[in-house]
Each structure stands twice: as C-alpha cells, then as structure tokens.
C-alpha cells in the first residue's frame, strides 16, 4: 500500500496563476482532508470531505476550492495564487469510526512545498 | 470542540523519560485524547489514543486522570530520533455529532540532546 500520495511535492507559481493539488490514497478510507502548516505553525485545516461528492470548509478555506468526484481523490484548487498561500499544504484521509469506539486516526501524505513569488 | 494547551517546547537528554502534559478542560463525554509526531519535512504520524486511565503501545503511555481535564504522553527513554513536534487533539468527530474535524495547535517542539 502507497498510504496516501500527494503530488506535486514542490511548485513555484507566480502571483495570480492557477494550480491543483492531487491527493490519493489507497485505503478505502472515507474522510480526506486538507491542511496547511506554515513556518513553526501547527497544521490548519482547509477543507474536508466525508464522502465521495461531498466537500465541506474547514478553519481557512478562503481562496481554496477542491472536489471529491473519486473516493480515492481529493483535489485542492488555487484559482489565483497569492503569497500569502506559500505553505507546506498535506492530504490525510481516515476511515470513519462507529460513534465511542475512538476518534478518527489520520494518514498524512508527505506533504507539497508550494511558493507563490 | 475541546480547546487545548501543551507546552510549546521541552528539551530532554537521550535516555531520559519524556512527559508532555495537554489541558483540556472543557473536553466532553463523548471525546477521545490523540497524540500525533511531526519530524520535520514530514507530515504528522499517530502515536497513541486513550478515552479514560492508561494507554500503552510500543511507542508510548498516554496516562487520563478521572476528570480526564488533562492528560500525559510519556515517552520512555528518549534518541536524538525523537526530536520532534508532538500534537495533543481532542475530539470525537463522529460524523453524526456535527462536529468539524479535530483541530491542530501549535504542539510541543521537543529537543532531545545527546
């Protein structure tokens, strides 16, 4: 099993430009997620989806959109790239647990190094 | 969701037992306690999940109170491979409860020197 994969691991965009995150993972897992995690900041979540077709915002989505049209796939768009988004973006996904037998355990992909000059 | 606090860094010599403490005060009934690892360049990693009393796996303790207002992640005898970041959520994310998934802070930097 590949776990979860992200790729690109690194971008550079100019300001104003558009790009897609790909995530994947191979674990049949319901949930996948979006984080991002800036210089000696913990992780923030983007957006989130708990299901294949549905998507739903997290703590920063602002300038972010992503689709779940595969199970397997979770996609983050950047429409018009601005500085403020360079950041080190990571993909988990998790399968969901029964109610009071634990929360979610997350897989984190490697992560994707993104730069916008 | 529940708000919590660790310490943001804690150095310790190679050997030595590491506890980092998380409060959590306003944790609810239906609320478990998950610590993450983050080396560096690297995207968080599951160490351990407790509900209530002590948790042990072959990576670490998680030891509850009762009151279950904080909790501790021990990790015995600590390498220079241990330096990392350590994340404290709190949370059930059942997707029937309406909660948003568990929330990251800014964890605890731990340095470990030889």
């Known amino acids: 099993n590949a776990g979860v994969t992200q790729t690109p691991k690194f971008r550079v965009l100019k300001t104003g430009q558009s790009m897609t995150l790909l995530c994947a993972q191979d674990m049949n897992h319901e949930y996948m997620y979006w984080y991002r995690q800036d210089p000696g900041m913990g992780l923030r979540l983007i957006h989130y989806s708990v299901g294949e077709g549905t998507t739903a915002k997290g703590e920063v989505p602002d300038g972010y959109n992503v689709s779940r049209l595969k199970k397997q796939n979770f996609l983050l768009g950047l429409e018009s790239a601005a500085p403020s988004q360079t950041s080190v973006y990571f993909c988990a996904s998790s399968y969901q647990r029964d109610r009071g037998s634990g929360a979610n355990v997350l897989t984190f992909g490697a992560g994707s190094r993104l730069t916008v000059l | 969701l529940a708000k919590t606090t660790q310490p943001i860094s804690m150095d310790s010599y190679e050997g030595q037992e590491v506890n980092i403490t998380c409060s959590h005060n306003n944790i609810a009934t239906n609320d478990y306690i998950t610590w993450y690892q983050q080396f560096p360049s690297q995207g968080p990693r599951f160490i351990i999940q407790?509900?209530?009393t002590k948790v042990t796996n072959e990576v670490a303790s998680l030891f509850i109170p009762a009151d279950r207002k904080s909790s501790t992640l021990s990790l015995p005898r600590v390498s220079l491979s241990d330096t990392a970041v350590y994340y404290c959520?709190?949370?059930?994310?059942?997707?029937?409860?309406?909660?948003?998934?568990?929330?990251f802070g800014k964890g605890t930097r731990l340095s470990v020197i030889a």
């Open positions: 407790g509900y209530k």
């Open positions: 959520l709190v949370g059930d994310q059942a997707v029937d409860s309406g909660n948003t998934p568990l929330v």
